[in-house]
T-cell receptor
Framework: DADVTQTPRNRITKTGKRIMLECSQT?????MYWYRQDPGLGLRLIYY???????NKGEISDGYSVSRQAQAKFSLSLESAIPNQTALYFC???????????FGDGTRLSIL | KQEVTQIPAALSVPEGENLVLNCSFT??????LQWFRQDPGKGLTSLLL?????REQTSGRLNASLDKSSGRSTLYIAASQPGDSATYLC??????????????FGKGTKLSVKP
């Protein structure tokens, strides 16, 4: 089983809908991240969490919110989806202050 | 603000060639630099991580170098194979303020190795 699991893997929805992307991990890491990737661009940080009570905005947090329900679970919500939020979304975890981040397989989100 | 640039954006080579991918960053306050591979529509696979105090790391046919003072890293791939075709991403792990440990990514180099 994957260490970092994202659900759903693919989602197509309409403008204005509320959407939740979920991430769960079995690595026991405190730090979790949400990134988005647009074609031809690298990953950009949306939100990150150092533990259950510590949530921080990243570079592009507008239009998104997150919830850290437990050490193992970190959800990303789009309150009212718009077409320019169509992208590939990645969740990642990290076990220490510095070191490698471990990525899920991504969620491909299309907003019509 | 840290910025990471990768050159070239795309590269096509015949099988068997040795090649170099370039990455540059604007702020030397980094913990490490990481190279990732991404296959189309897939997640990221970590290839190499170079600590800020190191000069290079090797894994199989891959060798990554780091010159922190000049803000540059290279990924050298020896004897390229069609299976190496993918997008290669460079990322620096930053070392300042509340962003400690966050990754800043370049836009990637899309590599195509022709049989």
């Amino acid at each position: 089983d994957a260490d970092v699991t994202q659900t759903p893997r693919n989602r197509i929805t309409k403008t204005g809908k509320r959407i939740m992307l979920e991430c769960s991990q079995t690595k026991g890491h405190d730090r979790m991240y949400w990134y988005r990737q647009d074609p031809g661009l690298g990953l950009r940080l949306i939100y990150y969490s150092f533990d259950v009570k510590d949530i921080n905005k990243g570079e592009i947090s507008d239009g998104y919110s997150v919830s850290r329900q437990a050490q193992a679970k970190f959800s990303l919500s789009l309150e009212s989806a718009i077409p320019n939020q169509t992208a590939l979304y990645f969740c990642a975890t990290m076990g220490q202050a510095v070191g490698p981040q471990h990525f899920g397989d991504g969620t491909r989100l299309s907003i019509l | 603000k840290q910025e990471v640039t990768q050159i070239p954006a795309a590269l096509s080579v015949p099988e068997g060639e040795n090649l170099v991918l370039n990455c540059s960053f604007t702020d030397s306050a980094i913990y490490n630099l990481q190279w990732f591979r991404q296959d189309p529509g897939k997640g990221l696979t970590s290839l190499l991580l170079i600590q800020s105090s190191q000069r290079e790391q090797t894994s199989g046919r891959l060798n990554a170098s780091l010159d922190k003072s000049s803000g540059r890293s290279t990924l050298y791939i020896a004897a390229s194979q069609p299976g190496d075709s993918a997008t290669y991403l460079c990322a620096v792990q930053v070392n300042y303020g509340g962003s400690q440990g966050n990754l800043i990514f370049g836009k990637g180099t899309k590599l195509s190795v022709k049989p």
